[in-house]
């Protein structure tokens, strides 16, 4: 299968000669870290204007996918340090011209509605503890969701929800739990963090809606969820694509065995060009509708139905990626079950990325 190349041979040469020491250290190395400002890879959504790549949908995806060919852990952390700093957008315009100038910035938290922010006056207090802040010990700000409460009591949006908001706090504010210990992904470093009663500023919060972004650049109009889904797709679609070549390379090498290529080799390599043609029949129908999603927010045309069938498309996507990843896996022998193995290393990083509960689909 042909690959989009976005990359220069002096980068993959680095990403590839460091991976396996960032999953021995369970965080990127210096070199992939070096590698990551001078590419500004954390920085993809971020405007030229504040020293950021300032790329377009399309091309932000098409280099994760490309990042996650190479090395799934890295890959994993850029999208979501660079989906973090996204949040340029709808932060206040002064303090994010202060922020994001540094060539460093990397944004970071958890998703999850976990803490408290006790109102005070034209502040807040915070509160909690949070999981799975991934690219945890080169953060520079954390991000987290919590309740807002005033007096001690619950405050309610227009809908009559509890109300939540966004904050983002400086680094020297947060106690780091050091608690990722996974099978893969381990380079990600996703520990979890806490607060303890610290107090911030109101511009410190924020709300992730693209009606109250507060850039005019088109990016932060695209709403977060068919942006979420999208970004860690093309993650999947990488370390996918790459475990295939990597099986037809196994493959080929196996033909050569006399007693595999009478048994087995017909059937294994038309199990496997199936699979490779399904790829990318839906590699073409999702990057299509990430195109024209993207047109149509230009146009400002209804985009609603788009997003729809990005949501399950994406899903179908990763279920029929984790289904023949586990009907592939059983034919690379010990080789494969080697932990240094890359196949091994990709077999780790898919199903440890699959516990992410966005993509998942519902039980039946």
Known sequence: MKKNMQLTDAAIAVL??????????KSLSDEQLELIYRNKWFKIWVPQSLDGLGLDLVSGLSLLKELAYQDGGLAWTVT??????????FIDPAVGQDIF???TVCFGGSGQVAGVAEREGESYRLKGLWKYATGAPHLTHFTLNAYIQEDGRPLLDE???????SFFVAREFVLIHYDWDTFG??????????????????NQSFFIDASKSTRTELLYQYPFVP??????????MGMYHRFLDLIEKL????????KWEQMESKAAFRKLDEMQQDYTARENSIMELAVRSWDNLKDEADNNALYERIAIESRD????ILSNVIKLYPHTGISGAATDNEINILFRNIFTASQHKLLQKEFL
Do not use: Y
């Open 16 to 25: 590839k000669d460091q991976q396996r020491k960032g999953i021995q250290q």
């Open 80 to 89: 979501l340090c660079a989906g973090a700093n996204l949040f340029v957008g």
């Open 101 to 103: 100038n540094s060539k």
């Open 159 to 165: 809908g009559g929800n509890p109300l939540v908001k």
């Open 185 to 202: 992904l381990e380079a990600t470093a996703s520990h979890s963090f806490s607060l303890d009663s610290i107090r911030v500023d109101e």
């Open 227 to 236: 942006f979420a889904e999208l970004t860690l797709l093309v993650n999947f």
């Open 251 to 258: 493959f080929v090498l196996k033909s050569n065995q006399g």
């Open 317 to 320: 996507f990763v279920e029929t």
